[in-house]
């Protein structure tokens, strides 16, 4: 089997990030094909990508593999932003963040940087997005756009994921902190009980002494 880097045999492929090959990633596909996984596994590329990939892998053109779905024109998500209702499930779906909006916020789709990977459409609970043909189909520079926010939104999430975690390790510590400086308040006001109670008694003490003397 030829050796080929995972890196030349990722840049063949379109990017979308799609997962319909079975794998969560264009990188990881690209990494199980570098170790002997078939290579007609790619929907978005369909058979220019299989011809592409023989080429560079040495190996022979197969059909694209029905059970990863069909080969077809490029298409552009669309929200029916009249039913949206803000529950940005679509917002966390997408592998490129190509869809602005908030929480109870409208959402609408960046067409420019959307895909096409239809990952948004399934999560929606209101079945208010639409895949439509888009205006212009792949070209060469789209598969190097998308592997660039993919990547950017990955960083972006492993650094959300990072603060969020630290926010809890100090919230836990500062919870721990808060525990003792309580408990060293119990304690020293137990301690100041019990001072005084001695020196009342003995305060008693003293005085039942002089009584006794003095008769």
């Known amino acids: 089997m030829k050796t080929v880097p995972v890196t030349a045999i990722e840049a063949v492929l379109p990017q979308t990030q799609c997962t319909r090959c079975g794998y969560p990633d264009c990188h990881s ?48 998500a669309k929200i029916d932003e009249s039913r949206c209702i803000g529950c940005v499930k679509c917002i966390k779906a997408c592998p490129v963040d190509a869809i602005s909006g908030g929480p109870k916020r409208m959402h609408t789709v960046i067409q420019s940087e959307c895909n096409g990977c239809e990952l948004c459409v399934a999560p929606c609970p209101m079945d208010c997005i639409d895949m439509v043909p888009a205006p212009i189909q792949y070209s060469q520079l789209e598969p190097d756009q998308y592997q660039q926010r993919y990547q950017a939104r990955t960083e972006r999430l492993t650094c959300e994921r990072e603060n969020k975690l630290g926010a809890q390790r100090h919230a836990r510590q500062g919870g721990l902190k808060q525990v003792q400086s309580d408990q060293d308040t119990v304690q020293a006001r137990q301690d100041f009980v019990k001072a005084a109670a001695a020196r009342a008694k003995a305060k008693r003490l003293a005085k039942l002494k002089n009584n006794a003397q003095e008769q």
């Open 29 to 76: 596909y690209a990494t199980a094909i570098a170790t002997g996984t078939p290579h007609n596994q790619c929907p978005p590329g369909g058979p220019e990508t299989i011809v592409q990939l023989s080429e560079l892998l040495g190996r022979k053109v197969t059909a694209l593999n029905p059970d990863n779905g069909q080969h077809g024109p490029k298409l552009l």
